[in-house]
């Protein structure tokens, strides 16, 4: 295992313990099960995944 790659996977649990899914997994995922469909810049997946779990427009705001 190379020092990059055990980095790679420290830091992917590190986001997951925080609630930050892995980019490079839904990346994957896409191109294994869905390869007809268009993947989400890093940008546009963040702020789906930030929505889906907080709620989005109208939603999830206390204040």
Not at 29 to 39: E, F, S
Request: aromatic content about 10%; proline content about 5%.
């Amino acid at each position: 295992m190379t020092l990059a790659r055990l980095w790679r996977g420290i830091a992917d649990t590190a986001r997951l313990m925080v609630g930050v899914p892995s980019y490079r997994a839904y990346r994957a995922h896409m191109a294994a099960a869905h390869p007809d469909q268009p993947v989400m810049d890093e940008t546009a997946f963040f702020r789906n995944r930030q929505e889906a779990r907080y709620g989005g427009r109208n939603g999830g705001r206390c204040c």
